[in-house]
T-cell receptor, first 114, second 114 residues
Framework: GENVEQHPSTLSVQEGDSAVIKCTYS??????FPWYKQELGKRPQLIID?????GEKKDQRIAVTLNKTAKHFSLHITETQPEDSAVYFC?????????????FGKGTHLIIQP | KAGVTQTPRYLIKTRGQQVTLSCSPI?????VSWYQQTPGQGLQFLFE???????NKGNFPGRFSGRQFSNSRSEMNVSTLELGDSALYLC?????????????FGPGTRLTVL
């Protein structure tokens, strides 16, 4: 089955700086890569996703890049703000009619220092 | 549209008991997936239902089961509870069951097994 590795496990950045979280996956059949943000005690919320026919996607301060050859994808947050503090999860899902559920990375605790 | 809802939000059970959790998907969504979230293992896929049929199952013992009703609402059941079953159980709904469909999470049910 799919295996997703996520780094770093904790990331502390100064407010206003950029944050980058990286994930690698193992199954070359994966074609869907979402990112979720989970605040303490709340549900995971989708912040951005990318499908394998696209190499990069941007939504305001958030961008995701995908390198299918290297099997890795990254989340970029620019101009970080205190409300960006949360745990971020990457995930991957293989194609084939949805044969498996989402496989998640272990999460990155992002801390925005004022 | 109302989001994904789950009931109950909190449950306390003792070892050996069984429990049933409920999930109502976003109106119009026909696929429901279940995930277990623990500090040690992170988010793990349990199973996925579409049109009242289990489409996929993760690597969990047979004590974990589920079903889906004709109105797309889903329930999951855990029998003979063990201490290690203490977790946040999340359901997610999507329009259909394609691998690239966005999944939207509910608030979860916090299960504590004593």
């Amino acid at each position: 089955g799919e295996n997703v590795e996520q780094h770093p496990s904790t990331l502390s950045v100064q407010e206003g700086d950029s944050a980058v979280i990286k994930c690698t996956y193992s199954d070359s059949a994966s074609n869907y890569f979402p990112w979720y943000k989970q605040e303490l005690g709340k549900r995971p919320q989708l912040i951005i996703d990318i499908r394998s026919n696209v190499g990069e996607k941007k939504d305001q301060r958030i961008a995701v890049t995908l390198n299918k050859t290297a099997k890795h994808f990254s989340l970029h947050i620019t101009e970080t703000q205190p409300e960006d503090s949360a745990v971020y999860f990457c995930a991957a899902r293989p194609s084939g009619g949805g044969a498996d559920g989402l496989t998640f990375g272990k999460g990155t605790h992002l801390i925005i220092q004022p | 549209k109302a989001g994904v809802t789950q009931t109950p939000r909190y449950l306390i059970k003792t070892r050996g008991q069984q429990v049933t959790l409920s999930c109502s998907p976003i109106s119009g969504h026909r696929s429901v997936s279940w995930y277990q979230q623990t500090p040690g293992q992170g988010l793990q896929f349990l199973f996925e239902y579409f049109s009242e049929t289990q489409r996929n199952k993760g690597n969990f013992p047979g004590r974990f089961s589920g079903r889906q009703f004709s109105n797309s609402r889903s329930e999951m059941n855990v029998s003979t509870l063990e201490l290690g079953d203490s977790a946040l159980y999340l359901c997610a709904s999507s329009l259909v069951v394609q691998s690239t469909d966005t999944q939207y999470f509910g608030p979860g049910t916090r299960l504590t097994v004593l």
